[in-house]
């Protein structure tokens, strides 16, 4: 798998220890998780931290591969979330979710993904940027135009950045006020 890697992504791992990021008392959420590189990394900064995931093997091996990790590893289905779930996280991180999936269903699951955020709470999503050369629609992965990137800002959420980085990436941070 490309996205087999055991470190947190570089865009989330900079963006934390730019804020001097800490967790305790907090909870974070990391939608996707994949094999839970990034869920361990919010952990190790404090957050309660739930990764979840619609694939039953990538839950498994995320486990396997943090045993005694402090985080919580469910299946869950983005399209179809727990209720509780529902503005639950003062974290919410996103990263190639939304373009591992065509659109539709990926309008729907950018509203899921800002569902989760808590009043007060904070979205960082990494995505890959389409450009001229990548095309509309070179996926999966799908990369995703600015305007896809900003429409996370649905149901109150507030866009506090969209960064363009190498890669080509997108790095956008969202808030929900209190
Ligand atoms: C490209 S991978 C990225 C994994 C991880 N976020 C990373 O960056 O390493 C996309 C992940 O999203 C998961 N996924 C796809 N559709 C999903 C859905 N509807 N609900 C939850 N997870 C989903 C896949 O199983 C996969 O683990």
Redesign the pocket.
């Known amino acids: 798998m490309p ?1 087999d ?1 055991s470190a947190p ?1 570089p865009l989330l791992r900079t963006w934390t220890a730019g804020r001097g990021l800490r967790g305790e008392g907090r909870t974070a959420v ?6 839970g ?2 869920a361990e990394h919010l952990a190790s900064l404090g957050f309660r931290t739930t990764g ?4 039953p093997t ?1 839950v498994r091996l995320a486990r396997e591969r943090h045993p005694g990790s402090p985080v919580s590893y469910e299946v ?4 179809a979330l727990p209720a509780a779930w529902r503005g639950a996280f003062d974290l919410v991180v996103e ?3 939304l ?3 065509p659109d539709p269903p990926r309008s729907d ?1 950018a509203r899921a993904v800002a569902g989760l955020v808590a009043p007060g709470g904070t979205l960082l999503a990494v995505a890959f940027r389409r450009t001229p050369a990548t095309g509309p629609a070179d996926g999966p ?1 799908f990369p995703l135009a600015r305007a896809e990137v900003e429409a996370l800002a649905t149901g109150g959420l507030e866009v506090v950045a969209v960064e363009e980085h190498d890669g080509p990436h997108w790095r956008a941070e969202l808030h929900r006020p209190a």
């Open positions: 996205w890697r992504h990391v939608v996707g998780s994949g094999l590189a990034d979840f995931d619609v694939a990538a869950a289905d983005l399209l990263v190639y979710t373009g591992a999936l699951a992965p």
